[in-house]
């Protein structure tokens, strides 16, 4: 896209070599290179205040390899781990002073003082939620298992479901969906979240067949590695159909649908440095054939516009007899969400939708702790027959919870 700057274009080439198979990954560099230091002329002139500044070629390359190094570096490697020409050992040289000084940049003292402070603050529904983290709060018990209890949902938090579950918690959290001119904010502060990724699915199409206007569609393509065993009988033994069809937990499906103002949200840590990490969530501003520019709507890179690329996902599932790459964006529509994607937000309106209940330590928790007030949590729950019921399950390791007591 001809709107990209060169800090853009640099994570895009940082995300190109680390996800996708690229033959000669320098060849690229010296193609790309020169789109990627307008931002480091223009850092320069302003900061020796010569507004006619002009550096050579070989000292603009080694800044625009010194900030590739910098970006390579927060995700885990390196240009040399790469077989990328390196910068200088001046520049490298800084790059290290400055990874040091970000790492050791905490206050465990500072942290404990902010625990004891804030926790006298707690309000009653505030308590009640970590009485259900900690498992002390049960209203009902099961026999044989030890972990898991019933909690009775109040009154003025349970939602309605009427004839059509999804359209009722979709509109309780969403109820201006329809408005074509909705602000990014506005799906910044809510979400519905539920434990199972299939339901997830279902809450997305649903929502997306509600919104008027064309659907984008994306398909990935799928290569299966071929192995010893399988020799040539590959394409035989395993069709494409068939591939297309599989989902795998943390890789996106064959077929994305999106839409210009639609929520994703990232299933890979692209580039740490600019908040591109795995949960983060965005809106999309534009789609193109083979990349979509979002607005980032969460972390502290809030309003920042990124470029996302397909990427190669190899998957190597222990249900699977074969190994298999796809490739495709990192991406899913996010209106829903899983609990487990969820830690760590905080939000204003949160649908919990538990068409099949929790099933592992703490979900409950996380899912309730979310929101920031009681008024914006509106909860649906059924039952093992799938009827509307006002409790929700809770599990909690005790001897977990216990072990940490005692320590």
Same mark, same amino acid.
């Given at each position: 896209?001809?709107?990209?700057?060169?800090?853009?274009?640099?994570?895009?080439?940082? *995300?190109v070599v680390l996800f996708c198979d690229v033959v000669d990954l320098e060849v690229l560099f010296n193609r790309l290179w020169r789109s990627m230091y307008n931002d480091i002329i223009t850092r320069?002139?302003?900061?020796?205040?010569?507004?006619?500044?002009?550096?050579?070629?070989?000292?603009?390359?080694?800044?625009?390899?010194? !900030?590739?190094?910098?970006?390579?570096?927060?995700?885990?490697?390196?240009?040399?781990?790469?077989?990328?020409?390196?910068?200088?050992?001046?520049?490298?040289?800084?790059?290290?002073?400055?990874?040091?000084?970000?790492?050791?940049?905490?206050?465990?003292?500072?942290?404990?003082?902010?625990?004891? *402070?804030?926790?006298?603050?707690?309000?009653?529904?505030?308590?009640?939620?970590?009485?259900?983290?900690?498992?002390?709060?049960?209203?009902?018990?099961?026999?044989?298992?030890?972990?898991?209890?019933?909690?009775?949902?109040?009154?003025?938090?349970?939602?309605?479901? #009427?004839?059509?579950?999804?359209?009722?918690?979709?509109?309780?959290?969403?109820?201006?969906?329809?408005?074509?001119?909705?602000?990014?904010?506005?799906?910044?502060?809510?979400?519905?979240?539920?434990?199972?990724?299939?339901?997830?699915?279902?809450?997305?199409?649903?929502?997306?067949?509600?919104?008027? #206007?064309?659907?984008?569609?994306?398909?990935?393509?799928?290569?299966?590695?071929?192995?010893?065993?399988?020799?040539?009988?590959?394409?035989?033994?395993?069709?494409? !159909?068939?591939?297309?069809?599989?989902?795998?937990?943390?890789?996106?499906?064959?077929?994305?649908?999106?839409?210009? #103002?639609?929520p994703i949200m990232l299933l890979r840590n692209l580039n740490l440095s600019a908040s591109l990490c795995n949960g983060t969530r965005l809106i999309v501003t534009q789609l193109a054939e083979r990349?979509?520019?979002?607005?980032?709507?969460?972390?502290?890179?809030?309003?920042?516009?990124?470029?996302?690329?397909?990427?190669?996902?190899?998957?190597?599932?222990?249900?699977?007899?074969?190994?298999?790459?796809?490739?495709?964006?990192?991406?899913?529509?996010?209106?829903?969400?899983?609990?487990?994607?969820?830690?760590?937000?905080?939000?204003?309106?949160? #649908?919990?939708f538990l068409k099949d209940q929790v099933f592992t330590h703490g979900q409950l928790y996380v899912a309730l702790s979310w929101v920031t007030s009681r008024q914006g949590l509106k909860i649906i729950?059924?039952?093992?027959?799938?009827?509307?019921?006002?409790?929700?399950?809770?599990?909690?390791?005790?001897?977990?919870?216990?072990?940490?007591?005692?320590?």
């Amino acid at each position: 896209m001809a709107t990209a700057t060169s800090p853009q274009i640099r994570n895009l080439f940082v *995300s190109v070599v680390l996800f996708c198979d690229v033959v000669d990954l320098e060849v690229l560099f010296n193609r790309l290179w020169r789109s990627m230091y307008n931002d480091i002329i223009t850092r320069f002139k302003s900061s020796f205040a010569m507004p006619n500044l002009k550096l050579f070629d070989d000292e603009l390359k080694k800044y625009v390899l010194y !900030e590739l190094e910098l970006l390579f570096n927060v995700a885990g490697t390196s240009l040399k781990k790469n077989k990328l020409p390196m910068p200088d050992g001046r520049l490298l040289s800084k790059i290290k002073n400055k990874l040091l000084r970000e790492e050791l940049n905490y206050d465990i003292v500072d942290f404990i003082c902010q625990h004891s *402070s804030a926790f006298p603050q707690l309000n009653q529904c505030q308590l009640n939620i970590l009485a259900i983290g900690d498992g002390t709060q049960q209203d009902a018990l099961f026999l044989d298992d030890y972990d898991a209890s019933m909690i009775k949902i109040p009154p003025d938090l349970l939602l309605e479901p #009427g004839s059509n579950p999804i359209l009722a918690i979709v509109l309780a959290v969403y109820p201006s969906i329809h408005d074509i001119n909705i602000d990014p904010c506005y799906f910044r502060v809510r979400a519905i979240v539920t434990p199972r990724n299939t339901t997830i699915s279902e809450i997305n199409d649903f929502i997306l067949n509600m919104l008027p #206007g064309m659907k984008q569609i994306y398909l990935s393509t799928n290569v299966v590695c071929k192995t010893s065993s399988d020799g040539d009988n590959v394409d035989i033994l395993y069709l494409v !159909e068939f591939i297309n069809q599989l989902e795998f937990n943390g890789v996106p499906s064959h077929t994305i649908s999106l839409r210009i #103002g639609i929520p994703i949200m990232l299933l890979r840590n692209l580039n740490l440095s600019a908040s591109l990490c795995n949960g983060t969530r965005l809106i999309v501003t534009q789609l193109a054939e083979r990349v979509i520019e979002a607005q980032i709507i969460t972390s502290s890179f809030i309003g920042n516009r990124v470029f996302i690329l397909r990427i190669v996902f190899p998957i190597n599932d222990a249900k699977c007899p074969f190994t298999n790459k796809r490739r495709q964006f990192p991406i899913r529509p996010c209106y829903a969400m899983t609990i487990n994607k969820s830690q760590g937000q905080s939000l204003k309106v949160v #649908g919990v939708f538990l068409k099949d209940q929790v099933f592992t330590h703490g979900q409950l928790y996380v899912a309730l702790s979310w929101v920031t007030s009681r008024q914006g949590l509106k909860i649906i729950t059924c039952d093992a027959e799938g009827n509307h019921s006002i409790y929700v399950k809770n599990i909690v390791y005790k001897d977990v919870i216990n072990s940490l007591l005692v320590s």
